[in-house]
Structure formats: structure tokens, C-alpha cells
């Protein structure tokens, strides 16, 4: 027995796999939004899906996201251009604050799992 496969087969199965990948892109990146946490909704807006071939990327452009995804353990807070920090409400302005850390709010991790789970 043999099986023979028309040449355009591959071409029909790339058109096929990249549609599947666009769908798969744009569930995850709505999973992520719907899981991430909203101060501003920043972050929420930046999750997008992008296919480019048969590569499918689920991203944000947002410099912070591994803060929210991971968290962070505690740290100092040191100014960078300034000699002291000062916020709205603070009695003075101070050399450096002890910051505790934020515990994590993954969003892109779940929803990878959630979309695996669902396949």
C-alpha cells in the first residue's frame, strides 16, 4: 500500500495551521486581558497577538509586566536623576524608601495554560 499526497497539500496545511494560530493568538491575548489586573488598564490594552508564518507571539510592550506577572520581592527605592524622593502626600522628601515588594499577579502564564487546557 502506498499513499500519495498532492504537492499542494502543504500549502493547503500552512493556510490551515496559520488560521488555527491566529485563533489560538487571539483567545490567549483575551484570556491575558481578561486576567490582568487593572490600576490604569495600561497593560490590559497592550496585550496583543501577532502570527507571523507559523510563529505565534502573545506580548505586551508595557516595561512592568514582569512585575505584575512575577512579582517582586522587597527593595530600595533610590532616585535616579533627583536627590531625594517626594510624592503627593508624603511629609518631606526622603533619600530612599524601603519598598516590601508586590506579590504576583500572573496573566500571561494562566492563560497559556487555560488555552492548553481547553485544546
Known amino acids: 500500500m502506498?499513499?500519495?499526497?498532492?504537492?499542494s497539500a502543504d500549502a493547503h496545511l500552512d493556510v490551515e495551521l496559520h488560521r488555527v494560530m491566529v485563533h489560538l493568538?487571539?483567545?490567549?491575548?483575551?484570556?491575558?486581558?481578561g486576567l490582568a489586573r487593572v490600576n490604569t488598564g495600561r497593560l490590559k490594552q497592550s496585550i496583543l497577538s501577532e502570527v507571523d508564518g507559523l510563529t505565534m507571539?502573545?506580548?505586551t510592550d508595557v516595561d512592568y509586566w514582569?512585575?505584575?506577572?512575577?512579582?517582586?520581592?522587597?527593595?530600595i527605592i533610590r532616585p535616579k536623576t533627583a536627590k531625594a524622593?517626594?510624592?503627593?502626600?508624603?511629609?518631606?522628601?526622603?533619600?530612599?524608601?524601603?519598598h516590601p515588594g508586590?506579590?504576583?499577579?500572573?496573566?500571561?502564564?494562566?492563560?497559556l495554560l487555560q488555552q492548553w487546557a481547553l485544546r
Not at 28 to 33: E, G, K, S, V
Not at 67 to 75: A, D, F, L, Q, S
Open 102 to 111: 508586590t506579590p504576583a499577579f500572573p496573566f500571561l502564564r494562566p492563560a
Open 25 to 33: 493568538g487571539q483567545d490567549m491575548a483575551a484570556a491575558a486581558q
Open 2 to 7: 502506498s499513499i500519495r499526497l498532492d504537492p
Open 85 to 98: 524622593l517626594y510624592w503627593e502626600g508624603a511629609d518631606h522628601p526622603v533619600a530612599q524608601v524601603n
Open 66 to 75: 514582569r512585575y505584575v506577572e512575577y512579582g517582586t520581592g522587597p527593595h
Open 57 to 59: 507571539r502573545v506580548s
